[in-house]
């Protein structure tokens, strides 16, 4: 007994000091494998980029699951971990059996994310599948093995799915009205992931804000923007609202300028226009070198204008916004152009 102990004891010490060491920026498998040249275990660029991560993954798995075995190993002869505490349909429910029901749902999870992160990438590669499509896969992928893992849990357990399942529906029935936007959420999300209206990476107007998807989930989708941060919309929005998916449209920067009724029309857009060219000259990376002015309204006491111009992506497009308004506010001084003034409707 004083054995097993010892060893215990060294095993738990060990894994420890590996957590300190990483936690303080230090990461024991790569220091390690570095000693390794790259060059002679493989000619390859990105060895480093697509092989650690891997070998980072495994160390993980085996210290882990390593000493989760060693746990049960170790405490095997103890009572309180065999013994049974509650029997159902036959099944004699123990502390051990709920710990295999916990490392099968565990297990499967971090199979299959392991799966999706390092092997299907290189089966998407092979087939030309597209980055929304793949991460479609994925998803299901992973939902369908946590489903049967769980599935295989409840089993092992001694819980009659059947009987589960009828439990669910009438608790179901019971709150529907009370999750009903959640399920509403659940079911969009599935269309969202089947239908493919729009995907991972492309980018949307949500209320005004522009910015990239980067993760569809069941209940809701991220959208990271430039500025306003991370945004979380419910998959339902998508389904009900008008969603602009601004990937595939050519992006503009647009400044709408309203000056007092009875301005010279032709000298402001010759104005306007002089002042955006003088500001794309003055930037790197536009499509378009020339600017589109319109005369675009009459409104009391007021003539609106637009400049429009073409742009890469949504930081360009307010970095020349805010400078073609800085030229715009320049030169109309220097040629005493009013400003229509704001009027209460």
Wanted: glycine share 6%; net charge neutral.
């Amino acid at each position: 007994m004083s054995f097993r102990r010892h060893y215990f004891f060294k095993g738990f010490v060990f894994s420890r000091v590996f957590h300190v060491l990483r936690v303080c920026g230090f990461n024991p498998y790569r220091e390690i494998f570095d000693i390794i040249p790259a060059e002679k275990v493989i000619a390859s660029t990105d060895f480093k980029r697509r092989v650690y991560p891997v070998i980072e993954d495994v160390l993980n798995w085996l210290l882990l699951y390593g000493g989760i075995l060693f746990f049960l190993f170790y405490f095997s002869k103890e009572q309180w971990l065999t013994s049974a505490f509650y029997e159902t349909e036959g099944v004699e429910i123990s502390v051990l059996l709920i710990i295999v029901a916990v490392l099968i749902v565990t297990f499967a999870s971090r199979v299959t994310k392991a799966l999706n992160r390092y092997v299907m990438p290189f089966v998407y590669e092979q087939f030309n599948i597209d980055m929304g499509m793949g991460y479609t896969i994925n998803r299901l992928l992973y939902y369908v093995v946590m489903f049967l893992a769980l599935a295989i849990s409840f089993t092992t357990v001694g819980l009659d799915l059947t009987a589960l399942g009828f439990v669910f529906s009438v608790l179901g029935i019971g709150i529907g009205f009370g999750v009903r936007n959640i399920a509403a959420n659940f079911v969009s999300g599935i269309i969202i992931l089947f239908e493919r209206p729009m995907e991972v990476g492309e980018m949307v107007e949500i209320d005004g804000k522009i910015g990239r998807i980067t993760k569809i989930k069941l209940r809701s989708t991220v959208i990271e923007t430039l500025k306003e941060g991370t945004l979380v919309v419910p998959n339902q929005y998508f389904i009900e609202q008008i969603v602009k998916n601004r990937s595939s449209a050519q992006l503009y920067a647009r400044v709408v300028v309203s000056v007092e009724y009875g301005s010279d029309t032709k000298k402001i857009e010759q104005l306007l226009k002089d002042a955006a060219l003088k500001t794309i000259n003055l930037m790197k990376g536009i499509p378009e070198k020339e600017p589109d002015v319109r005369f675009i309204n009459f409104r009391n006491s007021a003539l609106d204008f637009q400049v429009e111009v073409q742009v890469a992506d949504v930081e360009m497009k307010e970095r020349l916004e805010s400078r073609i308004r800085h030229a715009i506010a320049e030169d109309f001084v220097h040629n005493n152009v009013k400003m229509a003034q704001a009027l209460d409707e």
